[in-house]
Each structure stands twice: as structure tokens, then as C-alpha cells.
């Protein structure tokens, strides 16, 4: 369709030029002796660029007609890598604003291609087409879930999201250290609040799952998808107020309206930006935190699918004593799991060496990597076969 469109396009083009021509002829033909006006060099310039776009129009639309979805899918993602070093020019904040803009309005390209079968994987009974994910921090307010789910991810977690909306720490948030391929955040759960929240899942939620449902039969294997409203897995990962005494209510609260949107929830106590948020991750704090919310989950009205997973995520920074109280108290109360880890307040080379280094927040990136492996290595050592 679009090659015929393009082609009819040509086919004016040319129409013009001859009926111009014709034109032209006529005007000039009793003054045969008189020679031909010169034609201007910008003329031809401008004629050329016309020729040369009407060019690229045809080559396209009959590239897009003619050639497997897979690889016009392929060649549209590796398109968007031109794009890249204008995000690199922006200030970090406008351009993690714009990402998420752009995946919110559907412009970024949609993944197409299935994923190989040997990426898929199931836990807690949900079906992860490949473990590859987008973790909280980045859709903070839950504003393009559907745009990064098409992408291909398997899981997209968005928050942290807090009970009242509240603007986190005085800007700026976010620190580029591009040689050591990291990034320093401050954000302080900037957050829209719940009820912002709802709102959106609950909207994406019911669109996901009537495009789901039209476009499979029940019988279909399609229609066994991984998440409660179609393919991809959401998280929810859910914060405490900066200002708040009562970090479990916090929690709780984020329960009571999120859970039904979400095919895991996550209690995050370990982002080092909130004042007092780490000292939840000790055992009497934290095995009170994790009761309460348990039972406030577990206390509401769940179909055949059951509650959603409850995951906690801790810090990368913590000490073996303090891992083994996270190990005792997740296997005690038979937690769903850990995400390990959140970003990290140390400085490890060669980032110390960078002056960006010195500014407050999280340290995330390929300088984590190490640390963050490390403390996954203890934590499995510590529950494993138990958790």
C-alpha cells in the first residue's frame, strides 16, 4: 500500500512537469531565435532534492511492503540508535522526562518478534517470555507501561510510587558519568502519589486486557499470557513518604490500592535518598514491616490467581551480620523473594576518581555490577532451598 501510494505520488510529480513544460514551449516558440532561459542554480538544486526525496519515498514504501515484520522490526530498532547521542546533549533529567514521554505516546517502536522459547521462564506460576526487565526508577508514575512492555521487556516494574504525592529532593536529580558508564541519582521518591497511580494502571489494566482478549481465542496458546492483563509482567514497587512516622501504614496503603494491578509487589526500604528508609532493613524492623503488610495483602479478596508475589529490596551496601537478618527473617515469613540490589552510596574506582563522584545519591551502573553480584552470591548462600 504504501509503494502504490508513493508511486502515485511520482506519477503527479511528473505530470506537473510535463504539463509545465508544455506551457513553457508555447510561450517561447515565436521567438525561436531567442535562446532558452538559463535555469537558475538554486532551480536545479531545488529539483534535485524533490527527485531525490520522491526517490527515498518510493525505495521506503517498497521496502516496508515487501519485506517480514521481523526484519522491518529489526531495522527499526537498530534506527533508533541514531537517535541516541541527541538524548546524550540534553540535561539527564529533560532527557529521562522525554524517554518516558516518548514511550507514553507510543513512539517508540513495538518489539514484534517472539522471543526465542529457551528465554522464557515461570515463577511464582507467571510466565516470563525472557528474564530480561526494566526495573523501578525509571516510570516512576506508571505513565508508559504499555509502551515499555511492547518493547519486549519481560517485566516492567514501575515507582517507587508513595502515598501522598511529594517532589523528592531539590533538583538536580541526576548526574551523567559517561566514562565509567554510571549514573548518581537523588530523586528521593519523587512521586505523583497513589491515587495518580491507580488511576493509570487501572486504565492501562482494562486496555490491555480487552486488546488481549479480542485478539485471542480461548483456546489459543496465546491467550495464556504471563501477566493479570496480557504479556509482560508489572511490578509495583511501592515507597514510604519522606515526612511519614508510620512506614508500615505507608506500605500498607500502597497495598490496599495497588495490589490488584500488580503481578508482584515490592516493599522498597534500601534506596539511600530517603532519610531513616535503610534502618527498616534491620531484623526487628523489618520483620515487623514485612508481617504487616503481609497480612494486609493476604486479608483481601484474591481469584484463583492468588495474591500478588511480595518481594523486598535491599541495599548493596550492607553488612554480613546485616545479611544474615534479611536471610532469617525472608525465610522465616517465607517471602517471595529479593531484589538485590538498589543503587549503592559507596564510590568504588574508578568513579571516586571522578568530581561528579562527590555529589549525594545513588551510584548506579557498570561500577554496581561487581557489588551487586557479591551481595547476590551471599543472599543465595544464605536462603537457598528455603526461600
Not at 72 to 81: D, H, I, M, P, Q
Not at 172 to 190: K, T
Request: net charge positive; glycine share 10%; hydrophobic share 40%.
Amino acid at each position: 500500500m504504501a509503494a502504490r501510494a508513493a508511486g502515485k505520488l511520482y506519477r503527479n510529480f511528473m505530470r506537473q512537469r510535463v504539463i509545465s513544460t508544455s506551457i513553457g514551449a508555447s510561450r517561447h516558440c515565436s521567438s525561436a531565435a531567442t535562446s532558452a532561459p538559463k535555469i537558475p542554480h538554486s532551480s536545479k538544486k531545488g529539483r534535485l532534492l524533490t527527485g531525490a526525496t520522491i526517490g527515498l519515498i518510493i525505495a521506503g514504501g517498497a521496502y516496508v511492503s515487501t519485506v517480514d515484520e521481523a526484519t522491518f522490526c529489526g531495522w527499526l530498532f537498530s534506527a533508533t540508535k541514531l537517535v541516541n547521542p541527541f538524548f546524550a546533549l540534553l540535561d539527564a533529567e529533560v532527557a529521562h522526562k522525554l524517554a518516558v514521554s516518548a514511550a507514553a505516546h507510543g513512539w517508540v517502536p513495538r518489539e514484534k518478534r517472539p522471543d526465542p522459547p529457551i528465554l522464557g521462564l515461570e515463577v511464582w506460576g507467571r510466565k516470563f517470555s525472557n528474564p530480561i526487565g526494566l526495573s523501578a526508577g525509571f516510570d516512576k508514575n506508571a505513565e508508559a507501561v504499555e509502551g515499555l512492555l511492547g518493547m519486549g521487556f519481560g517485566f516492567v516494574e514501575v515507582g517507587s510510587v508513595t502515598p501522598v504525592p511529594q517532589e523528592g529532593n531539590p533538583k538536580p536529580h541526576i548526574f551523567r558519568l559517561r566514562q565509567e558508564g554510571a549514573i548518581i541519582n537523588c530523586c528521593g521518591f519523587n512521586s505523583e502519589g497513589i491515587v495518580a497511580v491507580a488511576k493509570r494502571l487501572g486504565a492501562q489494566h482494562g486496555k490491555r486486557k480487552l486488546e488481549t482478549s479480542s485478539s485471542s481465542s480461548p483456546l489459543s496458546e496465546e491467550a495464556k499470557h504471563g501477566g493479570k492483563a496480557g504479556p509482560g509482567i508489572l511490578g509495583v514497587n511501592l515507597g514510604k513518604n519522606k515526612t511519614s512516622e508510620d512506614a508500615a501504614a505507608d506500605y500498607v496503603q500502597g497495598v490496599h490500592t495497588l495490589s490488584q494491578y500488580a503481578d508482584y509487589l515490592v516493599i522498597n526500604i534500601s534506596s539511600p535518598n530517603t532519610p531513616g528508609l535503610r534502618m527498616l532493613q534491620g531484623r526487628k524492623h523489618l520483620k515487623d514491616l514485612v508481617k504487616k503488610v503481609q497480612a494486609a495483602r493476604d486479608e483481601m479478596q484474591w481469584g484463583e490467581e492468588g495474591p500478588p508475589p511480595l518481594l523486598v529490596k535491599i541495599s548493596p551496601d550492607l553488612s554480613k551480620e546485616d545479611l544474615e537478618d534479611i536471610a532469617a527473617v525472608a525465610v522465616a515469613l517465607r517471602l517471595d523473594g529479593l531484589i538485590i540490589s538498589n543503587t549503592t552510596i559507596s564510590r568504588p574506582d574508578p568513579v571516586n576518581k571522578n568530581p561528579v563522584s562527590a555529589e549525594s545519591g545513588g551510584l548506579s551502573g557498570k561500577p554496581l555490577f561487581n557489588l551487586s553480584t557479591n551481595i547476590l552470591m551471599e543472599m543465595y548462600l544464605l536462603t537457598r532451598f528455603n526461600i
